[in-house]
């Protein structure tokens, strides 16, 4: 009787004990819910994704290559010929010397050869319908073969300008260069009725020698 009054009262004394363990910690919930000291606790927010935006820089527009180049025309001061040089613009992409100076005497042999010497306007020496037939550059070699229009009509001063366009329009990249002109496929050995003899290769500095204008 005496061991079963102790196992009821070790009972009821753990059952108290259990009361008081959960009283304290309720306690202790509402003390820390309660004091103002203790730290809140903060929850994260995601915030949203900016969108990312793509800047393009536009690219300039494409311009047309252009390259600087000169022709040469004849030109009466005061009774006398002389050469005058003419800065033209190639307006198409040239990668070499022999572009560009095709293109250059392509645009020489379409100039107006009328009587602009009356006026004191330069003017053009080399017969109408003369055609660049090829054009070649090697180092400092320039050969230039052109129609057989380029041999026909006009007097000493007239073939004596036309031949010092071609050898300074050749030369306007580089004026120590040689040319070495050919008509129709054939070197140049006289030129006109009254034939002006040709001794090639030419240069700036034999032409002046050879043809003073």
């Not at 190639?90 to 020489?108: D, S, Y």
């Amino acid at each position: 009787m005496k061991q079963r009054q102790l196992i009821v009262r070790l009972s009821l004394g753990a059952k108290g004990a259990i009361a008081i363990l959960l009283l304290a910690v309720s306690s202790g919930i509402v003390l820390t819910s309660c004091n103002p000291n203790t730290p809140e606790t903060t929850v994260p927010t995601t915030k949203p994704t900016q969108p990312i935006t793509a800047v393009v820089t536009p690219k300039p527009e494409a311009q047309t290559a252009t390259t600087k180049a000169e022709i040469y025309l004849v030109e009466d001061r005061n009774g006398k010929l002389e050469l005058v040089a003419r800065p033209i613009t190639i307006e198409q992409k040239a990668t070499n010397q022999q572009a560009v100076l095709e293109q250059a005497f392509n645009r020489l042999l379409t100039q107006s050869n009328s009587n602009n010497t009356a006026t004191n306007q330069p003017t053009s020496t080399i017969p109408q319908k003369t055609t660049l037939r090829s054009i070649k550059v090697d180092k400092d070699a320039i050969t230039v073969d052109l129609s057989s229009e380029f041999t026909s009509g006009g007097g000493s001063a007239s073939m004596t300008g036309r031949l010092g366009q071609v050898i300074y329009t050749a030369t306007s990249l580089n004026p120590k260069a040689k040319v070495f002109l050919s008509v129709n496929g054939q070197p140049l050995e006289t030129l006109g009725g009254e034939g002006l003899e040709i001794t090639q290769p030419m240069t700036r500095e034999s032409f002046q020698k050879d043809f003073p204008l």
